[in-house]
């Protein structure tokens, strides 16, 4: 006979001191019915077909299943070790006879405890097993039980699997053995006592549903959920009555995801371009031919390749086509990932107003890097919203692992590429993921690293069944193939496939029969002939050398600062190179004529980025008049160039960043295409003031002398790629790069594997090695059975794991010290003393702080002092935790010493951002 559940054993404490601990029993009830809730109004239709196909019951079936699974959870709490933790809670269990303890009395997590006892019994409650436990479908929700934390435990072996008291006493016999027994069957029976699946579900099903158990995990345990239902429960007729503690629960439930603001994404109907976009009247050729053909091709996910130069409307593009795959993949989220933070910034903005006005129910938009919440816009100090309410993330969503679960969700490519990735919570990422359809931009900005996580990432969403869309200016051939292979290859399709995109055109590739379909090359409003100048330079000979890359940079521009108008662009690929540049330009002309040169790169404060960022705008943006919005902002008038002539001195951060518009562009050499990407910021708007130096496209590429890449570059870019970028471009016919026409061919021809010289092949040997190396990295392809689900999260911080090599960085906050040696914020050391005891509540300094903060090389600080240490009272502030102190002295008023470390100096100049000489 079954025991009576004993509702003494606690489950939640903290925050009931005047209540009283909360059952065990009555929150894993909480959980079930969350967890009913969330597949009824939170997951997508093609979510729910997933879990339920993946252990091939019906729908309905699934539902159950994944209640009652929520609700073990935390069978692992009834065990010793867990109610010890509360000796006030626990007092009279631990001295009841029926519950004794162990000898060993060491701690053991409660969910390691889930995953232990969980598979038994389940199969005493009918669930098929095997001697091998990788063979059992118990074992596998055992599994999934223990990863309600973040991480899959280690599989069981046979004997732990049918004895686990017994192998392991720490979890407690006797009447810890039957009461987690009864809890079981408790649940099972408020669950409508589902029956055992048929069959061993596919890693896809497994991380979805896992990560609906913790999300309803979550909600379950939030405080005033579990106040609430501890009152209700405290006062009701009978405690004990668990049927009727199940139906609280179920009422409470749908405003519990409310107010956190989780909700499948609606969207208006819009059966064509123009529903969704009526601004656009006449769309360009590449939106009007996806949205002619796309909506009869599909009939389900898919993957689609978007390849067209930049200007093209991509965006709206893409938009568009997910409407249209998400709506025939039962996937209606949205989710946007780009290569860089400035970019991701800037498109958030844009997919705030455009589902404001698409979606027909409030969806929150969030942002999801690093430094997002630095973002004034999307952070504002104050309770002032100005963007559309229903659009607006509150912070619960905006928590840790929570972002993707948004029903759209803006982002940088590593916050997706993070779920390729074994780290802790990734099925939070896959939760999210799998609801959407799923966006890349700049598919191409990636090394081969970046690219082998990519694959991993499409191999899973192409078994998931998620939408994908990658849009590129510049997709080689052989990349489009291996994204697109990668894709088909996860949606179960091993047949090879070779893609050969139409530039500018668009590829689909069907999930459910790998069909590939592909567009014919499409008109473009882009069209144009753009001359490209060569100069070989001596890269780093003094100005007075007429050979020299600073001496052609002047007479380059000349004829600009002749005429006394326009506006140009030089790209540098080193931040030393923009900075001995903009300092050279800013003393190479003098007198009214003399240009206003501004300089844009990575190794700027925040703050000073953003301001200097907005100036570009305004001054070389896409031409906007000023205007005044019925609600009251102003908004002023941008592309407005200034009666001065304007040389915008950049390097990378220029290329993807920035909608700006140039009379005519320079370029030190890269690879062909980020020179492409260059190009398309020359003559990219209608103007009506072109100055007659600059009639027609064009761009100066300055090549070094000698060996590429020169010295001062270090390995930015391959020897191999710069030579055959080279020889690429002096084999345009006349100079001239026909656009679109030729793109395709000249990144085919400079991306194409080489193997007969010793440039090419170390560039391919690199390239094999970084995707080897990316292979050790990736959780484990779904193209084979996943019977242990542990190598999926073995990484318990996230910060161990790189989605870019390379990219290992710190951040410094430039500070100036007195004679004393204490840091000031301001340059005078005297006005702004560095704040050491900050509330960690105090989001308005912490963000003031972040914003003058730089991102460097870690290297930079290898044998650091003891001055560069920050306050010890910040190690419990997360943004501040790793943040190092760059100390510049001042010796007296206006006298400033570089901080010097490894023979190297480094100031914060106001001009030229950080400088390390």
């Given at each position: 006979m079954r025991p009576p559940i004993d509702d003494r054993l606690w489950g939640k404490s903290d925050g009931l001191e005047d209540m009283g601990p909360y059952p065990v029993i009555s929150h894993l009830i909480d959980t079930a019915a969350i967890a009913g809730q969330l597949w009824d109004n939170y997951l997508t239709a093609g979510q729910r077909d997933i879990i339920a196909k993946g252990w091939g019951v019906t729908e309905a079936h699934a539902r159950q299943l994944v209640m009652f699974w929520a609700g073990l959870h935390d069978l692992g709490k009834l065990c010793p070790a867990f109610q010890r933790q509360d000796q006030e809670a626990a007092a009279a269990l631990l001295k009841d006879p029926a519950y004794p303890v162990p000898d060993d009395r060491s701690s053991i997590r409660h969910e390691r405890v889930s995953h232990l006892t969980a598979p038994s019994l389940l199969v005493q409650a009918g669930y098929p097993t095997s001697s091998r436990p990788l063979r059992s479908i118990a074992h596998q929700i055992g599994q999934i039980l223990g990863g309600h934390h973040g991480t899959y435990g280690n599989a069981l072996n046979a004997r732990t699997l049918t004895g686990p008291e017994d192998q392991e006493p720490r979890v407690g016999a006797a009447g810890w053995s039957a009461q987690r027994a009864a809890h079981l069957h408790t649940v099972h029976d408020l669950c409508g006592s589902p029956e055992p699946p048929t069959q061993f579900a596919p890693g896809g099903a497994c991380v979805i549903a896992t990560g609906l158990i913790v999300l309803a995990d979550w909600l379950a345990s939030r405080l005033g959920w579990v106040r609430a239902r501890h009152w209700e429960r405290q006062h009701s007729p009978d405690p004990r009555d668990w049927s009727a503690h199940a139906e609280r629960a179920q009422k409470a439930a749908p405003q519990a995801i409310a107010e956190v603001q989780l909700a499948a994404a609606v969207w208006k109907p819009a059966e064509s371009f123009t529903d969704m976009f009526p601004s656009i009247t006449d769309p360009y050729p590449l939106q009007a031919d996806l949205a002619e053909h796309l909506p009869a091709l599909v009939d389900g996910p898919g993957l689609l390749v978007i390849t067209a130069p930049t200007g093209d409307g991509?965006?709206?593009?893409?938009?568009?086509?997910?409407?249209?795959?998400?709506?025939?993949?039962?996937?209606?989220?949205?989710?946007?990932?780009?290569?860089?933070?400035?970019?991701?910034?800037?498109?958030?903005?844009?997919?705030?107003?455009?589902?404001?006005?698409?979606?027909?129910?409030?969806?929150?938009?969030?942002?999801?890097?690093?430094?997002?919440?630095?973002?004034?816009?999307?952070?504002?100090?104050?309770?002032?919203?100005?963007?559309?309410?229903?659009?607006v993330a509150a912070e619960w969503i905006k928590g840790r692992h929570r972002g993707l679960l948004a029903g759209v969700a803006v982002g940088t490519w590593d916050t997706a590429a993070l779920a390729a990735l074994p780290v802790r919570y990734n099925v939070m990422r896959w939760l999210g993921l799998t609801g959407k359809t799923v966006i890349i931009d700049e598919a191409h900005a990636y090394d081969a690293y970046g690219h082998r996580l990519t694959e991993r990432l499409l191999e899973w969403l192409g078994h998931t069944q998620t939408p994908v869309i990658l849009l590129s200016a510049t997709l080689t051939g052989s990349i489009a193939t291996r994204l697109a292979a990668a894709y088909r290859t996860g949606a179960g399709h091993t047949s090879p496939v070779t893609i050969a995109p139409t530039y500018p055109g668009w590829t689909h590739i069907d999930a459910t029969t790998g069909t590939v379909t592909t567009s014919e090359t499409l008109p473009t409003t882009r069209a144009r002939r753009l001359a490209v100048n060569l100069h070989h330079v001596h890269h780093q000979a003094s100005p007075t050398n007429p050979d020299s890359r600073l001496a052609t940079l002047t007479r380059t521009l000349q004829p600009m600062i002749d005429e006394g108008r326009g506006c140009a662009a030089i790209v540098c690929n080193t931040v030393a190179d923009a900075q001995t540049t903009a300092r050279h330009l800013r003393s190479a002309w003098s007198g009214p004529s003399a240009p206003l040169v501004q300089l844009l790169h990575a190794r700027m404060?925040?703050?000073?980025?953003?301001?200097?960022?907005?100036?570009?705008?305004?001054?070389?943006?896409?031409?906007?008049?000023?205007?005044?919005?019925?609600?009251?902002?102003?908004?002023?008038?941008?592309?407005?160039?200034?009666?001065?002539?304007?040389?915008?001195?950049?390097?990378?951060?220029?290329?993807?960043?920035?909608?700006?518009?140039?009379?005519?562009?320079?370029?030190?050499?890269?690879?062909?295409?980020?020179?492409?990407?260059?190009?398309?910021?020359?003559?990219?708007?209608?103007?009506?003031?072109?100055?007659?130096?600059?009639?027609?496209?064009?761009?100066?590429?300055?090549?070094?002398?000698?060996?590429?890449?020169?010295?001062?570059?270090?390995?930015?870019?391959?020897?191999?790629?710069?030579?055959?970028?080279v020889t690429a471009i002096q084999g345009l016919t006349s100079g001239i790069c026909a656009i679109p026409e030729d793109v395709q061919a000249l990144v085919d021809q400079v991306y194409a594997a080489d193997w007969t010289t010793t440039a090419g092949t170390n560039d391919l040997a690199t390239e094999q090695a970084m995707r080897a190396l990316a292979d050790t990295a990736t959780i484990p392809t779904p193209t084979r059975p996943i019977r242990d689900l542990h190598p999926l999260t073995t990484i318990d911080d996230e910060d161990l794991l790189v989605t870019r090599l390379g990219a290992d960085s710190i951040r410094v906050l430039p500070v100036w010290a007195d004679t004393h040696g204490r840091p000031w914020l301001d340059r005078q050391a005297r006005h702004r003393p560095l704040p050491t005891h900050i509330d960690p509540r105090d989001t308005a300094t912490i963000r003031n702080l972040m914003a003058h903060t730089v991102q460097v090389d870690h290297r930079w600080l290898q044998g650091r002092g003891a001055d560069t240490s920050t306050p010890t009272t910040w190690r419990d502030i997360g943004a501040l935790r790793d943040v190092l102190l760059l100390p510049q002295r001042v010796t007296s008023p206006g006298r400033r010493r570089p901080y010097q470390l490894n023979g190297k100096t480094h100031h914060l100049s106001r001009l030229d951002g950080l400088v390390r000489e």
């Open positions: 991509k965006t709206e593009t893409a938009l568009f086509a997910a409407h249209v795959l998400g709506h025939a993949a039962h996937t209606e989220g949205l989710g946007v990932f780009l290569p860089t933070m400035a970019t991701t910034d800037a498109l958030h903005a844009r997919i705030t107003e455009h589902v404001a006005q698409a979606a027909s129910i409030p969806m929150p938009v969030t942002l999801l890097h690093s430094m997002a919440w630095l973002n004034a816009d999307y952070n504002p100090d104050t309770d002032r919203i100005l963007t559309d309410a229903s659009t404060p925040a703050r000073q980025r953003q301001g200097v960022t907005r100036r570009i705008e305004n001054w070389a943006g896409k031409p906007r008049a000023a205007r005044t919005t019925p609600d009251g902002p102003y908004t002023p008038a941008r592309g407005r160039r200034p009666p001065r002539p304007v040389i915008v001195v950049a390097t990378q951060v220029i290329e993807q960043s920035l909608d700006v518009d140039f009379d005519h562009v320079i370029s030190d050499l890269a690879p062909i295409a980020l020179l492409l990407q260059r190009a398309g910021r020359c003559h990219r708007h209608p103007r009506t003031d072109r100055p007659a130096w600059a009639p027609t496209p064009a761009m100066t590429v300055l090549i070094p002398t000698g060996n590429l890449p020169p010295p001062r570059w270090g390995t930015v870019y391959s020897e191999n790629l710069l030579t055959r970028t």
